[in-house]
């Protein structure tokens, strides 16, 4: 038979399976990309006559070729399938391809043709009958090149409709993930969608900050340093680039594609694939598209709450400055910010310290209850001494590492110094129970609350000092006489009753002229600190003027109050050096007989002095009872 004949044959023969083939992939409807192959294998079956017909299609994610066949008995006698690597054992040829198929188990009649794009092979045709073994070799490779079209062009069909599909759930999560403010919710979209798209890999989000507290999601530390330097995962975090770790022993590939923003890289997506070693090169910038998507969902997310973290901030700062600028006392300011910081840190422990011109520590009244016992002193001494080595604020994680004189309760500490012109006058420290407790944003924060309320607490303290040097005598430390005449008139206006008390020491000029001035006034001080010691917080004590102190007693009886007198005037008699006696006057009142006014108070106490001063001294007049004279 001619040349020109047999090609007009093939030529027919072609076009007839040209025909075919376009009406059964225009008719045919098939749920599966894989169903179609395997009903196209029985149309080739039927139009060649053939006992069987399979097709070997590569799958790149298993770096394969797979069996595709309608007839039990091929997959049987076949290979299920053959990997890349079989080829690497063999010579590049056909028979070698027939070895690996294994021609053996189903007789001589067996043909084989590659199924190529270009110079890339994608699959193989199988034949066995005596039709495919006088099919001529120009026949079969006409056949496999029409075959090879329809394939493409279904494989194109199904590709796009996957991939519409794809990014289709690709669109409605980017929407979401745009309009979300919540970190975890947005983590968890991530999730779900590539375990829709790709149900058999395995996924993990590598995040450098604790994003997520929900459990469920698999989250893990991404951690890098020096050692781990060269690792895929953080060369994809610090290079922002996809990085790919073939593992040939476990026969698996990992996939790292980085979570990238605008304005940083906020983790990483690890994609880990079971058995496959190749990630085709349109999945790998599907996984590139969806991490950078979830990147930027990330940040903004993390924008926001930043924001509304710095909003939060604000009004932290401007409502304490408030409170702090309002005339209130200074232990109700330090009660105040204690309870604001244990609030808004979530902090056990909150202690304001500041220290005199010897740094001698003091402890303000409205710090928590640990700086209020002794087991705090040995940590306040040594936040002191590492505060002032390093001339600025103090961050520990972890306290249980520091060389501490005891171990602690207390793991993790923030301490800001307190600055007076430059110079460090106090501390506030913020303690909690476990270690890495406090974020550094936390940190931050605690500083700016601190500088903006170390102003108010020192006017605070300098005011208090004023007026505590309004109502106390410089010398004696005593009550002002001004100050125990306003005391006077308030209790007398709400008591029921009370004693005036008025000490004179006598022939205090004798002192004076014979010890000096300042012997005369340690003496002084010496029976002002007798009265306090006898008083204690039973009245209030007085310098009346010059070498005279007066304790007024409320609610007391003038039996008590002689009483009292009593041990005062003993006790002074004994315990003075150089030795002196004191002379005493009381002035007793009751509401039941009448309610005097300070002055008449005075007066009588007044008189009452004198007469033990004029009867010799060293004793105690009271005067008679203030009663009406009518």
């Known amino acids: ?20 083939l376009f009406r059964y992939f225009t008719s045919e409807s098939p749920y599966t990309y894989e169903q179609f192959i395997v009903n196209l294998t029985e149309e080739i079956k039927e139009f060649f006559g053939a006992s069987f017909c399979a097709i070997y299609l590569l799958d790149e994610w298993k770096g394969r070729f797979q069996l595709h066949s309608k007839d039990e008995f091929v997959k049987e006698s076949l290979r299920n399938h053959f990997s890349l690597d079989d080829f690497y054992t063999h010579t590049s040829n056909q028979l070698d391809v027939q070895h690996i198929i294994g021609p053996q188990t189903v007789g001589s009649s067996l043909r084989v043709t590659s199924l190529h794009s270009g110079q890339t092979v994608f699959g193989y045709l199988v ?194 400055s408030q409170k702090l600028n309002s005339n209130i006392r200074l232990t109700e300011k330090i009660r105040y910010m204690a309870y604001k910081i244990q609030q808004s840190f979530h902090a056990d422990e909150v202690g ?93 924060l605690l500083q700016s609350l ?62 004076n002229d014979t010890y000096g001035h300042q012997v005369g006034d340690e003496v002084i001080c010496q029976v002002a600190d007798l009265i306090k010691s006898v008083i204690g917080d039973q009245g209030l004590s007085a310098r009346w003027g010059g070498e005279e102190l007066a304790v007024y007693l409320p609610m007391l009886s003038s039996e008590k109050a002689h009483d009292l007198t009593e041990v005062i005037r003993e006790k002074i008699a004994v315990s003075t050096s150089p030795a002196v006696t004191v002379s005493c006057g009381i002035a007793s009142w009751k509401a039941e007989w009448l309610r005097p006014n300070r002055k008449q108070i005075v007066q009588q106490a007044d008189q009452a002095l004198y007469k033990a001063k004029s009867s010799g001294r060293n004793r105690i007049v009271t005067a008679h009872p203030i009663k009406d004279r009518n």
């Open 1 to 20: 038979m001619s040349r020109m004949i047999v090609q007009s044959l093939i030529k027919k023969r072609i076009e007839k399976l040209q025909s075919r």
């Open 127 to 320: 034949l066995k009958g005596p039709s495919s073994i006088q099919m001529e070799d120009e026949l079969l490779c006409a056949v496999s090149s029409e075959i090879t079209k329809c394939i493409k062009k279904v494989e194109g069909f199904y590709t796009s409709m996957e991939e519409e599909k794809k990014y289709e759930l690709l669109y409605k999560i980017t929407s979401h993930f745009h309009s979300s403010i919540d970190t975890d919710g947005v983590l968890k979209e991530i999730i779900e969608t590539l375990r829709k798209t790709y149900p058999d890999f395995q996924y993990y989000l590598l995040l450098s900050n604790d994003y997520t507290k929900d459990n469920d999601l698999p989250v893990r530390e991404l951690t890098y340093d020096m050692d781990l330097e060269y690792s895929a995962s953080t060369q994809a975090y610090l290079t922002g680039e996809v990085k790919i770790e073939d593992h040939l022993v476990e026969k698996r590939s990992i996939l790292y594609a980085p979570l990238k923003g605008k304005q940083g890289i906020y983790g990483v997506l690890k994609v880990v694939t079971p058995g496959y070693l190749y990630f085709p090169k349109k999945d790998i910038e599907f996984f590139i598209f969806i991490a950078h998507t979830a990147g930027k969902a990330l940040e903004n997310a993390q924008l926001y709450q930043q924001s509304r973290k710095l909003n939060s901030d604000l009004q932290l700062i401007n409502s304490t």
């Open 352 to 444: 304001f310290v500041t220290y005199d011109e010897r740094s001698t520590p003091n402890v303000l009244e409205g710090s928590t209850e640990y700086f209020t016992s002794s087991d705090s002193s040995a940590l306040v001494d040594y936040v002191k001494k590492s505060v002032s080595h390093q001339d600025g604020p103090l961050f520990i994680s972890d306290l249980k590492a520091k060389s501490i004189d005891h171990v602690l309760q207390y793991r993790s500490l923030m301490a800001v110094p307190m600055k007076d012109h430059e110079h460090i006058s106090g501390l506030a420290i913020v303690l909690h129970k476990d270690p890495y407790f406090f974020t550094f944003e936390s940190f931050k």
């Open 450 to 511: 601190v500088a903006h309320s170390t102003l108010a607490f020192a006017n605070s303290i300098l005011r208090e000092e004023l007026e505590k040097a309004v109502i106390t005598d410089y010398l004696t430390k005593l009550h002002s006489r001004v100050h125990l005449d306003q005391c006077v008139e308030h209790h007398v206006k709400r008591d029921e009753n009370g004693s005036l008390i008025l000490f004179d020491i006598d022939n205090f000029k004798n002192i």
